[in-house]
């Protein structure tokens, strides 16, 4: 495959990076101590906001499959959503001063919603049209290592992003301004894929022919069910690294200094470690290193509960292990679920990235706003209270889920995800298949 189609595919998913991650890893925290929305409130309000992504996903999933237009099934997906994530990604950060305590959390409800769809309506095209750009077992982990480094470049971005804003004299100012400024240069780069990308036209018009079909047909495909088993129970512990990582920088370690600074560790590990991964998955294949990934990212993580104050060497070092340890799974899972599209299209005669993407951005949604909703509900009944000292109750209970959810669920991922089946033999033989399908000569029209 060209450089030029990989770069073109992958580098904008830096922008796609920036702007969920600086709202999923920063704004629970500014939320309640800068606009000083109760925690339980705000945690109810960002997970329904992703739960209610989550929900949109399969319908967009679906919608993009079935679409059909000159220029393509998932590019008109992606221009349509760009001026409304740059409008909501501002709304979200700059609500009018003098708002009452409702009103500042409608305010909050209607751009996060708001985001959350146009987020939605971009990116599972987007990972759609990634699917559909090599059918080779091995290429596909290629194309999703390139996107998966540029998504976790857009993660350092943000972080860094999030130490300048959290570091201002004005937060509240500082971050308005801010996102005017991200959302120009995010709609400048998310123009390139849906500008310079062509589709292949022999996947026009094979979506589904409905969204409950395409529903099932995902939920009857037992490669899909354990996949996306995993990546769901792998999102549960992730996903406690982006809603606590600055409560435990700055209340554990003691170094509000680094909120911005502390991630970037697990990310930089996570980046680095991925050409690595996408070696290992070629000489051992693509589950058996997924697995490894899994057990290391559970250890590391588990051991963050003895991190106490001030003890930053450790928890550096044990988030440089996590992150090289999580760097395998969002490349080489997106890799597997592009041949279990394969497996779809063999059972069904359907191309349906759309729905199988979208389950997959379903998975981590849902599993995003779990933690979130629930992090947010244990701070406040720990007794947490913003820009004070914390009791030791609230500090266990902020351990105790940073450390315990990953540990758990990595640790379950890897045990399920012995039972999948879908190999690169197995992948080869479905592939061989479908070309067959494909050059056989059409059927002449019936004469009588």
């Not at 998975?363 to 007794?383: C, D, Y």
């Not at 190999?423 to 059409?442: S, V």
Request: with cysteine.
């Amino acid at each position: 495959m060209p450089l030029g189609t990989l770069l073109a595919f992958g580098v904008p998913a830096s922008g796609i990076a920036f702007y969920i991650l600086f709202i999923q890893f920063y704004f629970l925290k500014f939320a309640t101590d800068v606009l000083l929305i109760a925690p339980a409130a705000i945690g109810l309000l960002f997970g329904a906001g992703r739960i209610w992504d989550a929900v949109s996903d399969p319908l967009v999933g679906y919608w993009s499959d079935r679409t059909r237009t000159r220029i393509g099934r998932r590019r008109p997906w992606m221009f349509a959503a760009l001026p409304l994530l740059a409008v909501t990604f501002v709304m979200v950060w700059s609500p009018p001063a003098g708002l009452g305590s409702g009103a500042l959390v409608a305010w909050s409800a209607v751009g996060l919603v708001g985001f959350y769809t146009a987020f939605t309506i971009y990116s599972v095209p987007h990972l759609s049209l990634g699917a559909e750009l090599s059918d080779d077992h091995h290429e596909r982990s290629r194309i999703f290592a390139v996107q998966r480094m540029a998504f976790t470049l857009g993660m350092m971005l943000a972080f860094a992003g999030i130490q300048y804003v959290s570091n201002a004299q004005d937060e509240r100012a500082t971050a308005s301004g801010f996102a005017v400024l991200v959302a120009v240069g995010v709609t400048l780069l998310l123009l390139l894929p849906p500008a310079v990308l062509r589709e292949p036209a022999r996947h026009q018009g094979r979506g589904a022919t409905s969204a409950f079909g395409a529903l099932r047909d995902v939920l009857r495909n037992p490669h899909a069910r354990i996949l996306l088993s995993v990546w769901f129970i792998d999102s549960l512990g992730g996903g406690v690294l982006g809603v606590l990582a600055p409560f435990v920088t700055e209340y554990i370690l003691g170094r509000p200094d680094l909120i911005g600074v502390i991630p970037a560790f697990f990310v930089f590990a996570g980046v680095a470690a991925i050409p690595v991964w996408v070696y290992l998955s070629r000489r051992f294949g693509k589950r058996n290193v997924w697995i490894v990934g899994m057990l290391g990212t559970s250890g590391f993580f588990g051991a963050t509960f003895f991190v106490g104050e001030g003890d930053l060497v450790l928890l550096a070092g044990l988030l440089v292990g996590a992150g090289a340890s999580m760097g395998c799974g969002g490349v080489i899972g997106q890799s597997m679920l592009a041949d279990v599209v394969d497996y779809d299209e063999y059972t069904s005669g359907e191309r349906k990235e759309g729905s199988y993407y979208a389950a997959w951005g379903f998975a981590l949604k849902l599993a995003m706003g779990l933690v979130t909703m629930g992090a947010g509900t244990a701070l406040q009944l720990a007794g947490f209270q913003p820009n004070v000292e914390q009791t030791e109750t609230a500090k266990l209970a902020l351990s105790g889920i940073f450390a315990g959810v990953p540990f758990f669920a990595f640790l379950l991922g890897a045990l399920l995800f012995r039972r999948f089946r879908l190999d690169q033999a197995e992948h080869g033989r479905i592939r061989a298949e479908l070309l067959r399908r494909a050059e056989e000569p059409a059927a002449p029209p019936h004469a009588g």
